[in-house]
């Protein structure tokens, strides 16, 4: 019934969601930051003083070790105006790659001047130091890039859901209780409460799969009775998604079909899917379920419910669940609540 | 109140478990009088159908008197006091399925749709005490049981006919009745039947009232031949001759017109290497269904003849003779029985004494013996063809 897919170019895929969202995230983050203006500091010195930057790093001063501490300093300034002006993670990846390639050269100029064998002899101590303490700090900042790669880096995917019902109401009933969107809440399974804002404008508030609590606000970007509704969340919003619901007559008399997509751009999509597929939530059959209650609703008035899933769309598991037995007077007042 | 549990595979107990209430608006509360085990009852606490969870009421054909009703639930559509039947299967009553009267197929009462679409293809309707795949509603072998939609399925009946009389128009009768329906009887039609318990016997008794000029009940229980017998049907026991030959010989060689299949998924061979190896098959999930009735039915049918299927199927069967039902030009229906559809035409065919449901029950037992009950029936021990269990106060005829 439902499918879930990374959404392809062919798609529909609301503006505010296919352009840079992430850039806009990176920009902001306070991590990203400081590790521009670092890779600024240390790369205007090894730019425009080699010889002296490297006597202080601890390598000799021969023209291919100026050379070297030159061509790292140029790079340095690079990747800190794209990590500074320039949003992406690649920066983050380019810093990583830029520590690899910094400790070979340590390396490198350490056995071509055969420091580690004179590291005993006083005359080369100091130089054997500072070498040390370079070598000790640049690992300390491999680390902190490795954090900042695997934290800041994660891919974001638009992640596009599909599923479609048929109802036995007309095309305007289908659409007019959909566009009720304070009443969206009886069955959208996370959603627990809508704020009507605006005549096109609303404020969600839901949980994720894992219970914390996530609020946005929601435009109405096309709204034609009968036919069709779509919105798109507003930035700034912890979610960024959007809805498109169209409403078709169903051949043969037998009500309308509703077609639904969702798009939802988070970072790591798809280990957030299989996280959440591993508690129990698919998130392509979250849909199916949300137009199964939406038929409920439209076609007897409610959610229904059995004893093995007594809480309506709160229900998480299809099996196992509560046992096929009446509720204690307990459980009987956890549901109700 | 007390109920009869499923505990795990071959084992059910009668527990003290909270008294039900309403969820839905639609609800309503019945107090049970009568109640039975049913044959499809043995397939779940054989634990082939599966999603059975431990602490599941079962029971799915109940009726008894109304104590409580939802907000849902108009005074002409159900009132306190009013004594019901209630159909095994739970329907909405205004999804297309139930407006086309496939009411088993509702659209609307199975919450645990996703699971039922992932076994079966498309999800189908919730059913009491039928496992988790159909809903995971409590069910009906207990003194009290919440019945949704209580406005749609249950048929009120008046006094004058005894539970025993009108109890089976919740499941068996219905679905006896609905497989010779099936079979779009014309007069003079020979009907065999696989399986002479309680719904192969409803089912030969309805096929004569469609006409069937001659009913053959197959089995290989002595007692369940009899009745069959006595009941004016003709015996052929498969465990003592070839049932292909035997067919072919009480029908001149045409083969019957009309077969229904009233065993399903844990059918008996009566060769015991074929036997063994469709057993073998199922205990190791190779095939969750033991097919050997339906094969033989489509096989021994007429050519252009009619293959009804009500007994229960759940997953997948093998050796399939697609060959034989293909080439020869053979219908098959089948489905899980649309009750609503056949409660009130069935009860009047009751009153005017067309049909006696009354002649399969072989046990009366109070509600605390339904393991004993389904000990002896799963085990066809003491000449057990169907069991009724009392919950309540037994509410008999004129009260």
Known sequence: MATASAAGSDTWVPETLASGKTGERLGRDRLVRVLGWASAIVGVPLLLAPKASAKAIGVGDAAGHRTAAGAVGARNLAVAVGLLLRFSPAWLWARLGGDATDMALLGFAARRSGLIGLIHKSTYKGRATRAAVTAATLAGITGVDLYAVITRSRPTTTLRLTSTVTVAVTELQAYELWRLLESLPTFLAHVDEVRVTGPDTSHWRASDPFGAAVEWDARIVEDVPGERLAWLSLAGGAVSNAGDVRFLRAPGGRGTEIHATLYYRISGARAAAALARYFGENPAQLLDGELRRFKQVAETGEVVRSEGAPGGKRERREFPQHPARPLSRDELIEVQS | ?399
């Open chain 2, 1 to 399: 109140m007390k109920a009869n549990c499923w505990v795990s595979r071959n084992t059910v107990e009668v527990q003290d478990v909270p008294d039900p209430a309403i969820l839905n608006s639609r609800d309503a509360i019945v107090k049970i009088s009568s109640t039975a085990i049913c044959g499809s009852d043995l397939h779940l606490m054989d634990g082939y159908v599966p999603t059975m969870q431990k602490g599941d009421v079962l029971g799915h054909e109940f009726m008894g008197e109304v104590i409580e009703v939802g907000d849902g639930i108009g005074p002409d559509q159900l009132q306190i006091g009013d004594r019901v039947v209630v159909p095994c299967s739970i329907a909405c009553g205004a999804c297309w399925a139930c407006q086309n009267r496939l009411y088993s197929c509702c659209e609307n009462t199975n919450p645990n749709a996703g699971l039922a679409e992932k076994f079966f293809g498309h999800p189908t309707g919730g059913i009491f005490g039928y496992s988790h795949l159909t809903g995971g509603f409590a069910g009906g072998q207990a003194e009290y049981a919440r019945v949704p939609f209580a406005d749609v399925g249950p048929l009120k009946v008046d006094s004058r006919l005894a539970d025993e009389q009108v109890l089976f128009l919740s499941d068996i009768l219905p679905t006896g009745f609905m497989a010779a329906e099936m079979c779009e009887i014309t007069p003079g039609d020979v009907i065999a039947v696989w399986g002479a318990g309680p719904v192969g016997q409803f089912a030969m008794d309805s096929a004569r009232l469609f006409g069937a000029e001659r009913v053959i009940a197959i089995d290989k229980e002595p007692y369940r031949l009899e009745m069959a017998e006595r009941a004016g049907h003709i015996p052929l026991d498969f465990s003592q001759v070839d049932v292909r030959s035997e067919l072919l010989e009480l029908t001149g060689g045409r083969g019957p017109d009309k077969c229904i299949d009233a065993v399903g998924m844990e059918a008996t061979h009566g060769s015991p290497p074929v036997d063994a190896y469709d057993r073998a098959k199922q205990a190791t999930g190779v095939e969750s269904d033991r097919p050997h009735a339906l094969r033989q039915a489509i096989t021994s049918c007429r050519n252009g003849g009619v293959v009804s299927v009500i007994g229960d199927y759940d997953g997948s069967a093998d050796k399939f003779p697609a060959g034989s039902w293909m080439n020869r030009s053979v219908t098959m229906k089948t489905g899980q029985c649309h009750v609503q559809r056949y409660m009130k035409p069935l009860l009047g065919h009751i009153e005017r004494g067309e049909l006696d449901p009354t002649r399969v029950i072989t046990h009366r037992l109070p509600l605390d013996q339904a393991p004993y009950g389904y000990d002896i029936f799963k085990h066809k021990q003491d000449g057990c063809e169907k069991v009724v269990l009392t919950a309540g106060e037994p509410v008999a005829a004129g009260v």
